[in-house]
C-alpha cells in the first residue's frame, strides 16, 4: 500500500470516530482525487482519461441533494444509480440497520436455520407484490438476481421433465446487470466485446424503441407489435422445445428510458403461453414504485413468471437483491428435492431489515401512492410541456417518476445526430456544471430522482436540464 503520489502533500491519520461527525471532511478535493486516481479502479471507466481530469467527490446527501467536496450542492436526477427511492439521509434506515447489527449482525439461511428479519422481509413483499408472488429469494444484487432467475428457470424445466428446454431469449440493448450471466443476458454489444466466454444458449431478440429503430410509417403501436413478435419468429427458428424463457425489462433503463407501446407486453405474454416458455420481468429498476406502480409490470399490464428485484429494494443504503417466483414455479421448485444455489449473504439479516424499513417508508408515507397520483403526472407534464418543439428533443418517454428525452438533429424527421454520443456528452457536462445530475447513454438523456422529491424540486430539475439542453443546441449552432 502506498499514499504518496506527487500531488499529495500530507496524508492525515483517520481520526478516531468519537471525535468527527461521519460527514466531516478529511481530505482536500485535491487529495481525494489523487489517492483515487492511484488506488480506485471504477466501474464501466476509461481509467486513464478519468485520473487526468479527476474524479467529482461526493462527500454527503439529504433528500434529493448530494454535496460534492468543494460544498457544491447538486440536485441528484438519477437516485444515484435508480436506486434510492426514499431519498437521501433517513434515519429509519439507518437505525433498522444500527439495531439489527446490535442484536444479529449475520446468520445464514442455508443449513435449516432463518432468522426474523428476512422472515419479515418476505411476507412483507409477498403483501406488496402482486397476488401470485409469495415467495422470494435473496442475494446481492441485481446481476446475482439474474444469475438466480437462471438457475431457477432450468431447475424448473427440469422438474418438468423437459430437459430440452435450454434457451433463454432476451433483448439487445436490454441492461441485466454485470455478471457472465447478466451480462450475456444483457444486449449491450461493448460488454459482450470484452467477454471472450459468454453464457451459452442466450439470444438476442431486436429492442421496441420506435425513435430510433422505426422505418416508414408504422405507428408506434405496429411497431411494437412487430418487435414482440419476433419473439414468435425466434421461439419458432430454435423449437419451443428447446426454449425456456423470455427475459425484458418492462423499460429499458440503462438502455435509455425506452418505454415500449401498449402493444407490446401483451403480444410478448401471449406468445410466451403460446409455447410454453416462462416469462421474466428484470424489475431492478422498474420495482418499487418507480412508474407509479408498485412493480412496472403493473404499469403495462402483463404477468410474469419471475421477477428480478434490486436497487430500490434497500433503496441503496445497503447491496440487496432478491428473484420473487409466481406460486406456479414456486411450487415446482418446492416440491422438487434440493435448489442447488446460494450466496454466504442470501437474506442478509442487516440488508433484511432494511429492506423492511425502506418497503414501510415507500407504504406507510404513501411515497409510491403519491408518485402515481401527484408528482409523477406532475413531472411527466412539465417535461412535455417544457420541451415541446424544442429544435433538439425528439421525444418525450416514461412514466412516474422515470424519463428518457431524446436529442435529434430534426425531431419532426426522427432524424437523429450522427454523432449522437458526442451530443449526449456535451450535454451530460453542460448538466454537471449546473449542478444537476442527468445521465446520458449515447443520444438519450435519462432522469429518475428519489421519489420522495417534492414539486418545486422537479421544477428545479427540468429548468436545469432545460439550461442545459439549450446550452447545448447552441454550442451545435441550432435554435
Ligand atoms: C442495475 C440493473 C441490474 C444489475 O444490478 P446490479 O445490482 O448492478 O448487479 C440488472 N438489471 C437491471 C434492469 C438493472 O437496471
Known sequence: MSYRTEEVAYVQPAQPAASAQATQQKRSTAEYRALDAAHHIHPFSDMGSLNRSGSRVIVKAQGVYLWDSDDNKIIDGMAGLWCVNVGYGRKELADAAYRQMQELPFYNTFFKTTHPPVIELSALLAELAPEPFNHFFYCNSGSEGNDTVLRIVHQYWATQGKHSKKFVISRKNGYHGSTIAGGTLGGMGYMHEQMPSKVENIVHIDQPYFFGEAEGNLTPEEFALARAQQLEAKILEIGADNVAAFIGEPFQGAGGVIFPASTYWPEIQ?????????????????????????????????????????????????????????????????ENGDFNHGLTYS????????????????????????????????????????????PIIGEISGAGLVAGLQLAEDPKARKRFANGGEVGTICRDFCFNGNLIMRATGDRMLLSPPLVINKLEIDEIVAKAKYAIDATAQQLGIS
Open 270 to 334: 401471449r406468445i410466451c403461453r403460446k409455447y410454453d416458455i416462462l416469462l421474466v420481468a428484470d424489475e431492478v429498476i422498474g420495482g418499487f414504485g418507480r412508474t407509479g406502480e408498485w412493480f412496472a409490470h403493473q404499469h403495462f399490464g402483463f404477468e410474469p413468471d419471475l421477477i428480478t428485484l434490486a436497487k430500490g429494494l434497500t433503496s441503496g443504503y445497503v447491496p440487496m437483491g432478491a428473484v420473487g417466483l409466481h406460486d406456479r414455479v414456486a411450487k415446482a421448485i418446492i
Open 347 to 390: 437474506g442478509h439479516p442487516v440488508a433484511a431489515a432494511v429492506a423492511v424499513a425502506n418497503l414501510k417508508l415507500l407504504r406507510d408515507d404513501k411515497i409510491v401512492e403519491r408518485v402515481k397520483t401527484d408528482t409523477g403526472p406532475y413531472f411527466q407534464k412539465k417535461l412535455r410541456d417544457t420541451f415541446a418543439n424544442h
